[in-house]
């Protein structure tokens, strides 16, 4: 995850300043005051210091100011977590997940760089489909008189809309989730599906794209 190199906050004197340990955690100290942060567990223990403590208002303030500060944005997660905030569980799934989507991006790049040259074969191996997260009806025109949201050899990206779902009365927007071109649809405009069903068989694009 990307940190802010700005430690700046941008408040009066007397009021809470941001400055990065050695270890890279932020330590958030009083201009005034001289008073070291207590560290427990390898984590900055945030103090009282001068008159005003670093509570969670105080954190949301600075963030307020300067929302790109990961720094301050970094010693507000481990703050929540130390202190058993309510919100420390959905904190910790979230840094998790952070931390998954980068393993995520440093494994794309290896596969490119991996990639066979027989593209027939990755797509019997590995195949990419659509696959239906629900049990509804799947619309693959946005209307009866309109043109399908993709067809065979539509270029796909991860965002892109390839049909709707309605389950409950409810249009769910369901999307490729892969770079790709549609080599099969496999549903019918109105057709029910089921949980888990393949909607569209999609196949990798040529090393070229990349």
Not at 24 to 33: E, H, Y
Not at 138 to 158: H, L, N, R, W
């Amino acid at each position: 995850m990307a940190r802010g190199v700005g430690c700046s906050t941008g408040v009066g004197a007397g009021e809470p300043a941001v400055a990065p340990d050695r270890g890279g955690i932020t330590v958030i100290q009083s201009s005034t005051s001289h008073q070291p942060p207590r560290q427990v567990n390898g984590v900055v223990r945030f103090l009282n210091v001068g008159s005003q403590p670093m509570d969670d208002e105080t954190f949301l303030r600075i963030l307020r100011a300067e929302p790109d500060n990961d720094e301050v944005r970094l010693a507000y997660w481990n703050w929540l977590e130390e202190t058993t905030d309510d919100r420390a569980p959905y904190v910790r799934l979230m840094r998790q997940r952070l931390r998954l989507l980068e393993q995520l991006e440093e494994t794309d790049g290896l596969i490119r760089t991996q990639q066979p040259r027989d593209e027939a074969w990755i797509n019997i191996a590995f195949p990419m489909r659509v696959r239906s997260p629900m049990v509804g009806r799947c619309y693959i025109k946005p209307m009866p008189d309109a043109a399908p949201f993709v067809e065979v050899g539509s270029q796909v990206t991860p965002e892109t809309v390839v049909c709707l779902i309605e389950a409950v009365k409810l249009f769910n927007e369901i999307t490729a989730g892969f770079h790709g071109v549609v080599s099969e649809v496999a549903v019918t405009n109105g057709a029910p599906v089921e949980y888990n069903q393949v909607l569209f068989r999609v196949s990798r694009p040529s090393l070229d794209f990349w």
